[in-house]
C-alpha cells in the first residue's frame, strides 16, 4: 500500500485538513528523512516525518502503518511512533497580539471602502520594513 505524504498527515491527524497538510508541504515545512518533500511523496513504513505545526514546535514521527482513510481517535497513534519534544507552553503575550487589530463596535455595519482600505494598510504595515 502507498499513501500521499499529504494523505497521511490529515489521516493522522497532524494537521486539521488534507489541504493545510498540503500548503505545508509546499511551504517545505514538512520533511521526510532529512529531505523537503512535496505533497505528492509517497510514504513507506519507517519513514520518519518532521512537520513543522506552529512556528516554535515540529512534530517528530516515525510511520508504523499507512493508511489513507480517517480512523477514530483512538486508532490513529498505532500509525506512527511519536518523538517529538513537548509542546511549548502558550505564551499569552503572543495569543494577544494575534487578536484582529481593528475592533468594530456591533451593529457598525460594513466598513466603507476608505475604512477597509486603512484597515488593510493596517493590518499589513512592517515596522521593521524600513530599516535599509
Given at each position: 500500500?502507498?499513501?500521499?505524504?499529504?494523505?497521511w498527515?490529515h489521516?493522522?491527524?497532524?494537521f486539521?485538513?488534507?489541504?493545510l497538510?498540503?500548503?505545508?508541504?509546499?511551504?517545505?515545512?514538512?520533511?521526510?528523512n532529512?529531505?523537503?518533500?512535496?505533497?505528492?511523496?509517497?510514504?513507506?513504513?519507517?519513514?520518519?516525518?518532521?512537520?513543522?505545526?506552529?512556528?516554535?514546535?515540529?512534530?517528530?514521527?516515525?510511520v508504523?502503518?499507512?493508511a489513507d482513510?480517517?480512523?477514530p481517535?483512538?486508532?490513529?497513534?498505532?500509525l506512527?511512533?511519536?518523538?517529538?519534544?513537548?509542546?511549548?507552553?502558550a505564551?499569552?503575550?503572543?495569543?494577544?497580539?494575534r487578536?484582529?487589530?481593528?475592533?468594530?463596535e456591533?451593529?457598525?455595519?460594513?466598513?466603507?471602502?476608505?475604512?477597509r482600505?486603512e484597515?488593510?494598510?493596517?493590518?499589513s504595515?512592517?515596522?521593521?520594513?524600513?530599516?535599509?
Amino acid at each position: 500500500m502507498e499513501v500521499r505524504i499529504d494523505k497521511w498527515l490529515h489521516v493522522a491527524r497532524v494537521f486539521k485538513t488534507r489541504s493545510l497538510a498540503s500548503r505545508a508541504c509546499q511551504l517545505s515545512r514538512v520533511r521526510v528523512n532529512g529531505a523537503a518533500v512535496k505533497p505528492h511523496r509517497l510514504l513507506a513504513v519507517g519513514d520518519r516525518v518532521e512537520a513543522e505545526v506552529t512556528a516554535d514546535w515540529t512534530r517528530v514521527l516515525v510511520v508504523r502503518e499507512l493508511a489513507d482513510r480517517t480512523l477514530p481517535k483512538a486508532e490513529v497513534p498505532r500509525l506512527f511512533e511519536d518523538l517529538s519534544p513537548p509542546r511549548p507552553a502558550a505564551d499569552p503575550l503572543q495569543r494577544l497580539m494575534r487578536r484582529p487589530p481593528v475592533a468594530r463596535e456591533r451593529g457598525a455595519g460594513r466598513p466603507t471602502k476608505k475604512q477597509r482600505r486603512e484597515i488593510e494598510s493596517f493590518e499589513s504595515f512592517d515596522p521593521g520594513a524600513d530599516e535599509d
